[in-house]
């Protein structure tokens, strides 16, 4: 059992930075034995990957709109997950959500991820 809380989402303009960071709970495993990624759904569309992690982080994926722009890490000793986003654009305002899947290796689809955060709410204000 997995509780993830996210939080640094905000007002922004295009080319800023902005950092989320997302808290683990975990019960029953240790937060290693999970693989991470963050998500984002705007109003009208489907929710979209954008990054993800496996057990210890040296293995990372992409969504190509964000390449090159967003970094995903994650401290397992803190049981914590960041998403650093610069270069930040209209198109990347969204409730951004961490996710948390039993697989250890890096996943990037939706129903692979078994738990799931709140969201935090990133607005552009250009």
């Known amino acids: 059992q997995v509780q993830l809380v996210e939080s640094g989402g905000g007002q922004v303009h295009t080319g800023d930075s902005l950092r989320l960071s997302c808290a683990a709970s975990v019960r029953t495993f240790m937060f290693k034995d999970y693989a991470v990624g963050w998500f984002r759904q705007s109003p009208g569309k489907e929710r979209e990957f954008v990054a993800a992690?496996?057990?210890?982080?040296?293995?990372?994926n992409y969504a190509a709109s964000v390449k090159g722009r967003f970094t995903i890490s994650r401290d397992n000793a803190k049981s914590t997950v960041s998403l650093e986003m610069n270069s930040l654009k209209p198109e990347d305002a969204a409730v951004y959500y961490c996710a948390a899947s039993t697989y250890t290796i890096t996943v990037i689809t939706a129903d692979m991820f078994e738990y799931w955060g709140q969201g935090t709410q990133v607005t552009d204000s250009s």
């Open positions: 992690a496996n057990w210890n982080g040296d293995t990372t």
